[in-house]
DNA sequence: ATGAAAGCGCTAACAC
DNA sequence: GTGTTAGCGCTTTCAT
């Protein structure tokens, strides 16, 4: 039965209705256009749609058009729940207004440069940008200049300007998880990441909050890992495993991400969160609310906005705000414990 | 500088190269076309490509060839780690083939309805359905019948003849789970689930082990809940505060997602997991082997061969074969305190 | 080795 | 009220 048969275009509909392609259009495309044409030929138009199961061609929709109704999602990774929930956020509202989502992944810079290209090739309307701008702010302002509305969700350093960003202040965000620790009574301190260096803005906030206390960052606590749960497994892994120093008792993760792997190995090797160790992540994920313990992180809600300013540039509703910033807020749960603690071990 | 300049044309690279649309069609296309064409030409049009930033449209190239290089991953959510993993897969795999994939979430049979539909609009050449096709065979049928290639992961019952259909034996693993359970000498089990009804495959096999064993389903330990993390907590609580009857030792969820929210609700009620009661789970997604403790669930690879058939559709490779059956194994963890000693190498 | 022209399926002026 | 026509930007015969 699945023949391969055409699928069927308005001019077949027209031909079995009787009527001309534009009729058809007239009809079909259902706007307040459809009130020009007389009820019998519409009621002709529709008929014929039905039996031949007509579906107007997007493709040639859009051509004409200029104007594809859709929006691709660029993210890292969705294995990050983070990600997933801004894809899922963004379908939500795409849906609202009848507009579909495409979702591409791009988890290097290599791969963002071509994700970007591809999307010059106007297959979207617009672009939420949720992968580091900071090497490609060239290639987005050559898409927007295409007329493809763009956001970026957070971004590092240098954005390209007259993008609207949606950002919040990773750097105060750092030292708030890492004053939290600090005001628990944590004096040796972990600190788990992908990113292999230290003048990342999470980190700097670290460190500044570490300094406010007259502690120092250590070497032996600070590990690397891939940014899945695996990775912040075997940052967690190295950070217990080194022999140098102290172990921390208290473990600051670039993301719940790797905050759950941290968790997990944490358990593994019989140490005990909260009490042995504490750990606080960064996004406030909803899984972290379901973890065992639940996980102390910090939150902040870009994705919502990130979408609705999004479509506002897409309905030219022009916004020349460029600039949005999202508070940040601690979200306490068990990961941390929340009495102040004085582990033995830490006392002078 | 990102003025509204309308995207390049080929035919504006042509003019620029001082040469034909058809010429820089051919050059540009890369294919083998382009050795007809003299070098210098060639560096002309590549030259001239550069300096406008041509991007070839999209639509235009996908109406003409009547193929889009694109697929869409039909699902009922992306908060379910399962469904993020199937587009991560197909994210993979499209790539490689120079594939773009298309995220779209219908999380009810009208939304499924609405999204076949506009899939049927032509946009793209295969998809990938992980939704319940139930009670949309029909849609299927005309959508396969356009030409769109189509792939279904697993199905309930009645499932449109010709398409191929990846599946596991749910029933198996219903039984195999609860089997798990019953060896491990537990007798009260608990079932959660997001569907309100005693006839689904997954409760069947449940069921049948219970009997086997001589056991009976218990009214008591039945509980619904919705298909999220949440919606585990709520049916386990549910579970707990029933009177009627002693509490169960061990709960069967329903998948993973409702399996994580089960094992926080235990925690936050002091019950610990697998002493007091031991918890099973179904799909074994990866963050299954990172929650405290880790799930034991009934794991299967759908996913990769899901995929690779539906590019074997696509690429007219024609497969004649239409049911695929893969088989499941159950991924012994933390979560049921099996006597078994597990190597640490399985517990991930 | 290169170009002219037709057409993918649709919509929107612009007739009538 | 309804139809004719001209493209949207691309690829591809078919000439030259």
Known sequence: MSE??????????????????????LVLRGRGDASRVSKPTQERVFEAARTLNYVPNRLARSLRNQATQAITVVVPSLQNPFFAEV?????????????SVNVMVANSPAKVRQVLSYLAGGSVDGVLLGVDPD??????????????????????????????????DVEGGGFMATQHLISLGHRRIGYITELDNKTHKKYLGFRRALNGAGLEACEAWFAVGRNTMSG???????????????????????????????LRVLRQNGIRVPEDVAVVGFDGTTIGAFTNPSLTTISHERNALAVEVLFGLIMKRDLSQTRYD???SLTIRESCGSSIKMPKSAQH
């Not at 894809?87 to 507009?99: C, L, P």
């Not at 050559?142 to 950002?167: E, F, M």
């Not at 967690?236 to 792997?261: C, H, K, V, W």
Request: aromatic letters at 2%; glycine letters at 8%; one cysteine or more.
């Open 4 to 25: 391969k048969s055409r699928a069927p275009t308005s001019l077949d509909v027209a031909r079995l209705a009787g009527a001309s392609q534009t009729t058809v259009s």
């Open 87 to 99: 894809v899922s956020q963004a379908q939500a509202e795409a849906d609202e207004r009848g507009f």
């Open 135 to 168: 090497s490609v702010s060239d290639q987005i302002e050559v898409l927007a200049g295409r007329g493809v509305s763009c956001v970026i969700i957070q971004a590092g350093g240098h954005l390209p300007s007259n993008i609207p960003n949606i950002s919040i």
């Open 232 to 262: 912040g497994a075997e940052a967690t892994q190295l950070l217990l495993s080194q022999s140098g120093a102290e172990r921390p008792t208290a473990i600051f993760a670039y993301n719940d991400l790797m905050a759950i792997g941290a």
């Open 326 to 328: 999202v508070p940040i």
